[in-house]
């Protein structure tokens, strides 16, 4: 079966005045039919790059893919033109962006943002267009569809407007579907809804999901595999078993270690990943998280680290994997 | 909506009572009356001039006969044309100052808006270099500046527009003072739109918008352009004083005997009731419009409900 | 692959866990900085600075004042002699734009200074104190401002203006401009004071006077600058505007709005009378909009690269 999508050694910098930001710097994975992946990484990773890339959405003054290779359905997503690119958007593939409130125009209304997206793609309008996107706002579990297509995003809830993204990225039915960090800016009880919608619709139309966050909760609910990246670079992939009881990279321990846990003891504190993200635009000569790394090694700093395959599917980038270096365990978690 | 409207023209015609008291109060505190820039007027006929226009009165007796007067829309007669009521001179004169005013408006509007979505949709780039430098020019450039230079040039010097005059409202008259008036607005309204172009194609509701697929101009004509208008709109409303105000020294500048010219040379005059009729005008004429921007702001954006709250 | 096995010691951190990517600067050094690399403003400010000697220093070193008549040399194109040429009655416009200039640049700087006192003190109280005083300090401000300022200055010019002296015009320009930055101050000082900082301050307790000059106003600097930037250029433009129509300076004082007043009279014959002293004034407003434009982007924090 063909891959959905197979992206290989991409990278994606931005040429500021400043000089070249190496926001996505080989980043290779794939995504097959019918499954969910996380990315997981803290601000600035370059995850959100990395999707929007995929859709290219990134702004050509000043973004540049510089480098690698996407591949959807097929086609060489790097090199379509911008009107073969708008066919693919909206259509294929949808995306959800993190905050609904800047992310749905405030003065347009809700309709109209859904119908327009049928009109452009499946040639539908007025009446027609109208039952499709009731339809779709039902699907999202939005109650009294017909008199909300009339309103304007500040009319509805922060949860809500959200599930209107989701509706409005899934009208065509795409075979993909990009959700970068959609829960972030909601409560958690809404977040759960909005999780629980996505993995609902993904089992009704079999559109595969690459799901964005910093929070490694989330992502085992909805995700089979994840992606740990940093500095713009994927450190480790795997399954969710292996990322989550057989973690390899020290950043992915770290990620771990924070997450508060219901059955942790009441003195014990949470535990951050100490130090700042590295500087993109001179990034450090090797492993990107040596500078906050506690087992770090001198080779660690000179050296990129190589890709270890652990299994097959799980992969990590770091020096600790070689046979000469010191064996390092996880003391997080079971 | 009808409470608003109600509050708002109590609270207009407060102004507007407050504006004529003052300069009321203002006219009468100058030394020497309406007649002492004349020549030596005898006294006999000096007595006489002051019964007709009771200047002799007590100033409270003169102010609530105004008063009184200027509800019924009865501005009162002018000190120096004999014969002729402030009305007389606002109805010969509006006409010709609105026909230049709307002209200028338009022009300035709609290059403005033009212009200044080019100059954000080509940004950094030569269409954005050419805009705003013609936009810093009709900022910087005096109104009077302008009107002058271009009546040497385009009229004297090269002859292709008639250089004075109004001619009983001939198009060729008509292009100078136009242009000089609207010089100043349209660069405003050019680097107001550019800068909220730009404002609006950096937002995040633009993204998802190309994420949808949907074609450029799509994207500009129905997502962005609604959004940038509206700082323009709030514009609207000094944009108006403005072309009330500039009409002053394009009519004299230009030569058209239009409320402008005749409120500037009741100034030099002195010839309070015409100061004070024109005052009045130019005010209500400023409340008025600017209560229409505001209704017209709540069309545009559907966040804005009309209550009486005035914006931090 | 073997590598040597002194690699695969621990290595010390060489970047600090806290390692701050760039020294901190006040936020004038940052915004001066940043100004400087914009070299449309600084063509401004040195144009500015450059009239500013031209029209002060520069009457030391022509042989000409504005008053000298020379009715024998009346209408003169300019010349080696008289570089801008000569008035109506013969005296030298090169001389007498020096000395109009000192007058428009005085007036603009003077009375933006009166209107930014009266401004910053109306704005800071209405915007610290809120509520129902400035509710009703701004229901004020928006009545006033119904009318617009042109027509204030004129029927005060009118009224009070008399002989048209130079303090009468800087102190009713003024007075009739300060409630544009009555408003930018009071919407600064409203958002400020619910900063956290300020909170902090205040509960160190700190007196009001304090915490409105050390805390507040420092930070509401920005647009407080960007506005009277762009005030001077106004004031600038009403006073020749004033001059223009006959209500202001009067000959044999010059500014440089009398003097195109005075230029316009003979437009089509001599056009040099009018060209040299409108040039000026829109040179001038010009090189403010540049500096205002820059100052602008040089403290967006927006703008931070």
């Known amino acids: 079966m063909e891959r959905l999508l197979e992206v290989k050694d991409l990278q994606t910098s931005f040429f500021t005045y400043a000089g070249e930001v190496k926001a996505v710097d080989g980043v290779s994975f794939h995504v097959d039919q019918g499954e969910a992946i996380g990315i997981v990484g803290e601000s600035g990773c370059g995850k959100s790059v990395t999707v929007q890339t995929v859709m290219r959405l990134i702004p050509t003054p000043p973004g540049k893919i510089v480098g690698g290779s996407i591949t959807f359905l097929g086609k060489d997503i790097v090199n379509l033109s911008e009107k073969e690119m708008q066919a693919i958007r909206g259509k294929e593939m949808g995306m959800i962006f993190q905050d609904p409130m800047t992310s749905l125009n405030p003065v347009l209304t809700i309709g109209l943002q859904l119908t327009e997206v049928l009109k452009r793609h499946e040639g539908l309008s007025g009446q027609a267009a109208n039952k499709r996107a009731v339809d779709l706002l039902e699907l999202v579990g939005i109650s009294n569809p017909e008199s909300r297509l009339k309103q304007y995003p500040h009319q509805f809830s922060g949860g809500m407007r959200q599930r209107v993204m989701v509706a409005m990225a899934l009208t065509c039915s795409p075979k993909l579907l990009i959700a970068d960090e959609p829960t972030t800016a909601l409560d958690v009880t809404i977040q759960a809804q909005i999780l629980e919608l996505m993995r609902d619709l993904k089992n009704k139309i079999n559109t595969s999901i690459i799901l964005i966050t910093h929070d490694l909760g989330i992502v085992a609910d909805l995700c089979s595999r994840v992606l740990v990246m940093y500095g713009g670079k994927i450190i480790e992939k795997g399954s969710v078993d292996d990322i989550y009881y057989n973690p390899q990279h020290p950043y992915t321990w770290g990620l771990l270690k924070s997450i508060p846990r219901l059955d942790a003891s009441e003195k014990g504190k949470l535990v951050p990943i100490p130090g700042t993200p590295p500087d993109l635009l001179n990034p450090p000569k090797g492993c990107r998280f040596a500078p906050r790394c506690e087992h770090c090694m001198k080779l660690c700093t000179e050296q990129m680290p190589e890709y270890t395959a652990i299994n097959d599917g799980h992969h990590v980038a770091c020096w600790l994997q070689h046979p000469q270096a010191p064996k390092v365990a996880f003391e997080g978690r079971g | 909506m009808a409470k608003f409207l109600l509050k708002r023209i109590a609270s207009a015609l407060l102004v507007l009572w407050i504006v004529v008291s003052l300069t009321f109060v203002l006219m009468h505190s100058i030394p020497g009356g309406p007649f002492s820039r004349e020549k030596q007027v005898p006294p006999a006929v000096l007595k006489n001039l002051e019964e007709r226009y009771h200047t002799n009165d007590p100033l409270s007796k003169q102010y609530i006969d105004y008063m009184v007067n200027v509800a019924q829309l009865d501005l009162g007669p002018t000190f120096r044309y004999e014969g002729r009521s402030v009305n007389d001179l606002i109805k010969a004169g509006l006409p010709k100052t609105a026909t230049i005013g709307f002209l200028a408006a338009v022009f300035a509007l709609g290059g403005g808006l033009i212009l200044g979505s080019i100059a954000a949709l080509w940004q950094n780039k030569t269409p954005d270099a050419v805009a705003t430098f013609v936009a810093t020019i009709g900022i910087s450039v005096p109104s009077f500046v302008m009107a002058t230079f271009l009546q040497y040039y385009l009229g004297y010097k090269l002859g292709l527009f008639p250089p004075v005059g109004w001619n009983d409202g001939a198009w060729r008259n008509l292009v100078l003072p136009s242009l000089a008036l609207g010089a100043y607005p349209i660069a405003q309204i050019t680097r107001l739109m550019r800068a909220s172009m730009l404002d609006v194609l950096s937002q995040d509701y633009i993204r998802t918008a190309k994420s949808k697929g949907l074609p450029g101009y799509v994207i500009i004509g129905r997502h962005a352009m609604r959004n940038a208008l509206l700082p323009v709109i709030t514009y609207l409303g000094p944009f108006f004083a403005y072309i009330l105000t500039g009409n002053f020294v394009v009519e004299y500048v230009f030569g058209i005997p239009g409320i402008g010219q005749f409120f500037v040379t009741s100034i030099t005059n002195r010839d309070y009731s015409t100061i004070m009729g024109m005052t009045l005008l130019f005010c209500s004429l400023l409340v008025v419009f600017n209560l229409l921007v505001d209704i017209a702001y709540t069309f545009v954006d559907p966040r804005i409900k009309l209550t009486d709250q005035k914006g931090a | ?305």
């Open chain 3, 1 to 305: 692959m073997k590598l040597a096995q002194d690699l695969f010691e621990p290595a010390i951190s060489q970047i600090s866990a806290e390692h701050i990517n760039r020294p901190s600067t006040t936020m004038l050094q940052d915004a001066w900085r940043r100004f400087k690399l914009n070299k449309l403003a600084m063509t401004g400010l040195i144009t500015l600075v450059a009239l500013i000697i031209f029209a002060f220093a520069g009457p030391a070193f022509i042989d000409y004042n504005f008053k000298t008549n020379d009715l024998m040399n009346t209408y003169l194109t300019p010349s080696w002699i008289h570089p801008f040429g000569t008035d109506a009655l013969g005296r030298d416009t090169m001389a007498r734009i020096m000395y109009g200039g000192r007058v428009s640049l005085a007036i603009g700087f003077v009375s933006v200074l009166i209107n930014l006192s009266i401004g910053v003190f109306y704005g800071g109280i209405s915007g610290y104190f809120g509520g129902r005083v400035d509710n009703i300090m701004m229901r004020i401000v928006d009545i006033i401002y119904s009318v617009p300022d042109l027509l204030y200055v004129i029927l005060l010019m009118v009224v009070i203006g008399g002989k048209g002296g130079l303090l009468i015009i800087m102190i009713v320009l003024g007075i009739v401009n300060w409630m544009g930055m009555a408003r930018i101050v009071r919407g600064q000082i409203l958002a400020l004071r619910e900063q956290e900082y300020v909170l902090a301050a205040r509960t160190l307790g700190a007196s009001t006077a304090r915490l409105m000059l050390k805390h507040l106003i420092p930070n509401a600097l920005g647009p407080i600058i960007i506005t009277a930037a762009l005030a001077i250029p106004m004031a600038i433009f009403m006073e020749a505007f004033l001059s223009f129509i006959g209500i202001g300076i009067q000959p044999p004082f010059a500014s440089w709005g009398s003097l195109a007043a005075e230029g316009r009279l003979n437009i089509p014959s001599y056009p040099y009378a009018l060209f040299f002293p409108a040039a000026a004034i829109a040179i001038t407003m010009l090189a403010f909009n540049f500096v205002a434009d820059g100052l602008r982007d040089a403290f967006d924090p927006k703008m931070r690269k």
